[in-house]
């Protein structure tokens, strides 16, 4: 016979991911403040326990205040009778849980990018894994977020062990901007209107009208406008002003590079 369990049995919100995780709080969490409380905490139960039963998970008892007890007891890590983001986190996969605690240190996109961009000197789509622990230290400096070097060397081998899968020692731009909050991972706005090489090239030569080898950020707006209206997807100017932005960070005094452009738009980063 199995041993306990060491999850309550209802919890089986573990198989969320970082980014479900910040929508089901951000649902409960209604006023925004941080905590979910008194009427959220009522709330959040119920749904816990509609989900339990619609996964026919059963538990020794079936007091509803009882088990929201046994919830507090186990997550309410300072007993001040609200649930912060941090301890609920607590029920997520450890590397999920990983993901939403260091997304709320990491800044905006063009930071991150402007990190990348210092360590990916070779414009090759991957950063090396020697070259990690730098890339996060700047992430967070940029941030101004105080770590110490224990901190530091666990953000590391975590990512690694997250993102290295295939052991190469290598880790690819889309993996890491999982690193960002969903809302400012712009990567993710480019899924499903992915280039091919030879749609990129095409495109690119259309906006590099001299044949430099760069564009400028008004050639870059218009490309991204372009993108948009060809995949029919819909993008307010404040949003495209963001993209614009964070994707100029891998630019050179003011010169997107083609290559630096084909590691955002193309499926495959360029070997």
Known sequence: MAGPQQQP???HLAELTASQFLEIWKHFDADGNGYIEGKELENFFQELEKARKGSGMTSKSDNLGEKMKEFMQKYDKNSDGKIEMAELAQILPTEENFL??????VGSSAEFM???RKYDTDRSGYIEANELK???SDLLKKANRPYDEPKLQEYTQTILRMFDLNGDGKLGLSEMSRLLPVQENFLLKFQGMKLTSEEFNAIFTFYDKDGSGYIDENELDALLKDLYEKN??????QQLTNYRKS???LAEAGKLYRKDLEIVLCSEPPM
Request: include cysteine; glycine fraction near 4%.
């Open 114 to 116: 402007e990190a990348w």
């Open 9 to 11: 049995p209802y919890l």
């Open 134 to 136: 730098g890339f996060l």
């Open 247 to 249: 994707v100029m960070s």
């Open 232 to 237: 029919k997807k819909e993008m307010n100017i």
């Open 100 to 105: 939403l605690c260091f997304r709320q240190h």
